[in-house]
């Protein structure tokens, strides 16, 4: 990846911790992000070939997405997905009642 690469519409992958193939796919509606550095170092994410990222996912690295696998949308992918594989990484919607009003 000579360049850093455009992911359709606003997700940016840098060239030097995102390794990405010509024919990964990523949603268009929204932005995926390559979360790379801990407060230490930059470590790589690696998207094999013919995936496809959900819109709003967030790749935690380091973290490898493996061949022909899909992540669903709003995901934060934190963990190595093999091959041929979908991963979800949702946690339940919490709602708190009144909160507004009793913080005050």
Not at 12 to 18: F, G, M, N
Not at 34 to 43: A, E, F, L, M, R
Not at 65 to 85: F, K, L, M, N, R
Request: aromatic share 4%.
């Amino acid at each position: 990846m000579g360049t850093p690469r455009r992911a359709q519409v606003r997700g940016y992958l840098e060239r030097h911790h995102t390794r990405r193939p010509r024919k990964t796919q990523s949603s268009a509606s929204r932005c995926t992000v390559t979360c790379n550095y801990d407060g230490v170092k930059k470590n790589p994410t690696v998207i094999e070939d013919r995936v496809f990222i959900g819109s709003d996912n967030m790749l935690v690295a380091p973290v490898r997405i493996g061949q022909g696998s899909y992540t669903a949308a709003g995901s934060a992918i934190t963990e190595d997905v093999p091959a041929h594989s979908l991963a979800i990484a949702r946690s339940p919607q919490v709602t708190k009642q009144g909160w507004v009003k009793e913080r005050g």
